[in-house]
T-cell receptor, first 113, second 110 residues
Framework: SQTIHQWPATLVQPVGSPLSLECTVEGTSNPNLYWYRQAAGRGLQLLFYSVGIGQISSEVPQNLSASRPQDRQFILSSKKLLLSDSGFYLC????????????FGPGTRLLVL | GENVEQHPSTLSVQEGDSAVIKCTYSDSASNYFPWYKQELGKGPQLIIDIRSNVGEKKDQRIAVTLNKTAKHFSLHITETQPEDSAVYFCAANTGNQFYFGTGTSLTVIP
C-alpha cells in the first residue's frame, strides 16, 4: 500500500531563517506531487505541483520554492522566511496518469517568529 | 481558473440528525469532485468522491450528489455521530490541479 511521509511534524523558525520541508511517498511510482498551505481556519492553497522529476509548476508568487530531486521526493524550501509563511503545510500525491484521487500527508506545522 | 465556493462555514447538528454541505464550482471542465474530512492537527482524509459522469454516490452514511448543469455538488451525512465532528472540504479537479472550498466546521452535539 502507499504511504506518504512529511517531516518535521512541527517547526518553529525565526524570521529570515531558511526552510526545508520534506515529503516522500512509498509504494507508487511517478506520482503527481503537491504542496499546499493551510492558514489557521482557512482552506487549502495550492503552492506547487510536480508531474515528474525536475518538473515544478508554481501557483502563486512567493518566497518559497519547490524541488523534486527524486521520483518520490518533494521538497519545499525558502531562503528567508517571513512571518506570513506561518501555517500548516501539506504534501499530497495522486496517481499519474489514471485515478485522480489525491492523498494527503500528515502535515508540517510551521511557526515563524 | 476554477473557483470553488463552500457553504456553510460552520454547521452544528444534534446527534442522529443529517448534515448537508454544499459546494459550487465555475469551470465546466472540472470532472472529479472529492470530499475530505480533516481532524484537528491532521492532514485531510478522502471520504468520498464523485466523477462527472455520475449523479450520485453513496457509501454507508455518506452520500454525494452532483448537478453538472448547475455546477454544484453536495455532501450528505445521515445519522450523524460525535466522531463525525471535523472540518470538511470539497474540491474540484481540472487536469492536474485541485481547487478546494474554504471548509465547513461540523459539530455533532451528543
Amino acid at each position: 500500500s502507499q504511504t506518504i511521509h512529511q517531516w518535521p511534524a512541527t517547526l518553529v523558525q525565526p524570521v529570515g531563517s531558511p526552510l526545508s520541508l520534506e515529503c516522500t511517498v512509498e509504494g507508487t511510482s511517478n506520482p503527481n506531487l503537491y504542496w499546499y498551505r493551510q492558514a489557521a481556519g482557512r482552506g487549502l492553497q495550492l503552492l506547487f505541483y510536480s508531474v515528474g522529476i525536475g518538473q515544478i509548476s508554481s501557483e502563486v508568487p512567493q518566497n518559497l520554492s519547490a524541488s523534486r530531486p527524486q521520483d518520490r521526493q518533494f521538497i519545499l524550501s525558502s531562503k528567508k522566511l517571513l512571518l506570513s509563511d506561518s501555517g500548516f503545510y501539506l504534501c499530497a500525491w495522486s496517481v499519474s496518469p489514471g485515478s485522480k484521487t489525491q492523498y494527503f500527508g500528515p502535515g508540517t506545522r510551521l511557526l515563524v517568529l | 481558473g476554477e473557483n470553488v465556493e463552500q457553504h456553510p462555514s460552520t454547521l452544528s447538528v444534534q446527534e442522529g440528525d443529517s448534515a448537508v454541505i454544499k459546494c459550487t464550482y465555475s469551470d465546466s471542465a472540472s470532472n472529479y469532485f472529492p470530499w475530505y474530512k480533516q481532524e484537528l492537527g491532521k492532514g485531510p482524509q478522502l471520504i468520498i468522491d464523485i466523477r462527472s459522469n455520475v449523479g450520485e454516490k453513496k457509501d454507508q452514511r455518506i452520500a454525494v450528489t452532483l448537478n453538472k448543469t448547475a455546477k454544484h455538488f453536495s455532501l450528505h451525512i445521515t445519522e450523524t455521530q460525535p466522531e463525525d465532528s471535523a472540518v470538511y472540504f470539497c474540491a474540484a479537479n481540472t487536469g492536474n490541479q485541485f481547487y478546494f472550498g474554504t471548509g465547513t466546521s461540523l459539530t455533532v452535539i451528543p
